[in-house]
């Protein structure tokens, strides 16, 4: 019988990572037999994955559809392979409608992350990503509340979605293999053999915690979103401050440990499920990253500048003009309209491209 692999997130549990392998591998996995439809990707690596291969748009939203799933199950059985190989964050709030939709063989697979993790990779993301500039907030409640947002529960109150579910704990020390990739191939009863080099490349990467802080200050300004794209990704590359660290304060973390393990230990006994309780024992044990406060000193916010200006010239200079247009925009870290002015200063005028002739070129073919 052919298998039906689906996996389906939960958020911040590296699905991008494991995409962007499986995107960059479609040949090599046909040739051992799984057909994994491509998608597109975008300059960080990531994508909303086989989204389009059993959903549709409606709205701002992808839906289950019964077309795109026919499409896609009989481009499977064309292409030969014994394996279908679906993966995108999209599928969760959709399960149960995939679910009535696809065959009785189809699987899902889901990773569950420590909660704690799960609630500072969000902060981190939105700052990130969706111009985010409070400081954090340690409260299960904050940024859409952890453990997918709701929508795991939405997924397991579903009969269809429960009988074909496997539920993975998403941490290092449990996975199968060592990563993320071997443990999900293994989930998937998928052999690995032929597959070659199995190592994932890192895309969206973290921020230090210095950068997080800039890109939280710098988050007011309106620099449009292509200036955006580029300060993410000059951020991305900044080596100044811990890149090992948690914003939570250790009471917080005592206190949100223990209402997160009894929020897991609910979820094992509501819906039956002993897979997680592994990471429960490990996650009682684990000692909490060095905490760091939000708050930098001037030294250390020029000296992110001075990273930006080295790899980001033109960011740079439209970056101190942008804080020179705008003297009434409060700043978390006022010093940085002097260090951008500075950094700016150093880089002299932005060249300008010569103009070119077309005028002299227009008249001279005239007078041929």
């Known amino acids: 019988m052919k298998s039906i692999v ?3 997130g939960l958020p911040k549990t590296g699905t991008s990572a494991v995409q962007a392998f499986f995107h960059a591998n479609t040949q090599t996995l ?7 439809p491509q998608h597109s990707v975008d300059k960080n690596g990531i994508s909303a994955g086989n989204a389009g291969s059993l959903m549709e748009r409606s709205g701002h939203l992808f839906v289950a559809s019964p077309h795109e799933v026919s499409r896609t199950l009989e481009e499977f059985e064309a292409s030969g392979c014994h394996t279908l190989l679906l993966s995108s964050e999209a599928f969760l709030p959709e399960l149960p409608g995939i679910a009535e939709l696809l065959p ?7 990773y569950v992350r420590d909660p704690l993790a799960f609630l500072e990779s969000d902060y981190n993301q939105r700052v990130k990503r969706l111009g985010h500039v409070e400081p954090f907030v340690a409260s299960p409640d904050a940024y859409g509340g952890w453990l997918g947002h709701q929508h795991l529960y939405n997924a397991l109150d579903s009969e269809a979605v429960r009988a074909q579910l496997v539920l993975r704990p998403y941490l290092p020390e449990l ?5 993320l990739l071997t443990d999900l191939l293994d989930t998937a009863a998928i052999d690995t053999t032929e597959l070659g080099d199995l190592s994932l490349r890192q895309v969206n990467l973290s921020y230090s915690l210095h950068a997080l802080e800039i890109k939280r200050a710098l988050n007011v300004l309106p620099i449009g979103p292509q200036l955006q794209e580029r ?9 100044l401050g811990p890149t090992t660290y948690t914003l939570m304060p250790p009471a917080d973390h005592e206190r949100l440990r223990k209402i997160a393990d009894d ?8 819906y039956d499920i002993d897979s997680l309780e592994p990471m429960r024992d490990l996650l009682r044990e684990k000692p ?22 080295s790899v980001g010239k033109r960011l740079t200079r439209r970056i101190a003009q942008t804080l020179r247009e705008h003297p009434e925009i409060e700043l978390v ?16 005028e932005e060249p300008t491209a010569p103009k070119r002739r077309w005028r002299s070129r227009w008249l001279s073919r005239r007078s041929r």
């Open 104 to 110: 009785p063989q189809a699987r899902f697979v889901l």
């Open 6 to 8: 689906v996996h389906a």
């Open 231 to 239: 300060l993410d990704v000059h951020l991305q590359s900044c080596p």
């Open 288 to 309: 909490q990253k060095p905490f760091h406060p939000q708050q930098l000193t001037d030294d250390e916010v020029d000296a992110v500048v001075r990273h930006i200006a």
């Open 333 to 348: 870290y006022p010093s940085l309209r002097d260090s951008f002015a500075a950094a700016a200063a150093e880089l002299g």
């Open 30 to 36: 046909a040739k051992a037999g799984i057909f994994y």
């Open 263 to 270: 929020e897991l230990h609910a979820l094992a006994l509501r």
């Open 175 to 179: 996975f199968v293999g060592g990563s």
